[in-house]
């Protein structure tokens, strides 16, 4: 079963633009990890963050973690039309450390040049 | 080798045969995990190894799948009397060890369509 729910389910925006994508969750967590995924094929990682953290950031990525709301959201500064992708949040299952993920449905940006 | 890899890229089969999925994770890394990603979802999770054990199968939805990991290197699902529903894009990961706090490298996946 899914854990989370990306918010929103797609995204359009002009290149230079940020982009920002929320993710909730139901459970609670050890680790979020934020993926993504070109073409429904392979995934790459971007970012962790622990649950014991409240920001991070990454090069043009910046997460941050509310785990009274149960929410993480993703920001990508001065997008690319490279950055087209699906972007998936994931979770440990149950708060559990075993590193079997629970993924949410996605967010599908698209960058227009 | 670089990455994750998978074979085959595509499987298309009939309803009621036996597929064979394989996944060859990166070197060294001892866990590996399958998940199964339908059209506009996220990865499902299905069972994972740590070593040559899988350390939880919870995610298999039935007893028609079954996965290997003889050696702690390449893996195999498999599937038996495949459905119409089986139909999915089977993704393979690994990580040096188990752990939400690990990395997962992620193969490109095997489409498979049951016909």
């Known amino acids: 079963s899914q854990q989370g729910e990306e918010d929103p389910q797609a995204l359009s925006i002009q290149e230079g633009e940020n982009a920002t994508m929320n993710c909730s969750y139901k459970?609670?967590?050890?680790?979020l990890q934020w993926y993504r995924q070109n073409s429904g094929r392979g995934l790459v990682h971007l970012i962790l963050?622990?649950?014991?953290?409240r920001e991070k950031h990454s090069g043009r990525l910046r997460v941050t973690l509310d785990t009274s709301k149960k929410s993480s959201s993703l920001l990508i500064t001065a997008s690319r039309a490279a950055d087209t992708a699906s972007y998936f949040c994931?979770?440990?299952?149950?708060?559990?450390?075993?590193?079997?993920?629970?993924f949410g449905k996605g967010t599908k940006l698209s960058v227009k040049p | 080798g670089a990455g994750v890899s998978q074979t085959p890229s595509n499987k298309v089969t009939e309803k009621g045969k036996y597929v064979e999925l394989r996944c060859d994770p990166i070197?060294?890394?001892?866990?590996l995990y399958w998940y199964r990603q339908s059209l506009g979802q996220g990865p499902e999770f299905l069972i994972y190894?740590?070593?040559?054990?899988?350390?939880?199968d919870s995610g298999l939805p039935n007893d028609r799948f079954f996965a290997v990991r003889p050696e702690g290197s390449v893996s195999t699902l498999k599937i038996q009397r495949t459905e119409r529903g089986d139909s999915a894009v089977y993704l393979c990961?690994?990580?040096?060890?188990?752990?939400?706090?690990?990395?997962?490298?992620f193969g490109p996946g095997t489409r498979l369509l049951v016909l």
């Open positions: 190894f740590q070593g040559t054990g899988a350390a939880d």
């Open positions: 990961a690994s990580s040096p060890t188990a752990g939400s706090q690990e990395t997962q490298y």
């Open positions: 459970t609670s967590i050890n680790n």
């Open positions: 963050i622990r649950s014991n953290e």
């Open positions: 994931a979770t440990d299952r149950n708060g559990g450390s075993q590193g079997n993920l629970i």
């Open positions: 070197s060294g890394h001892t866990a």
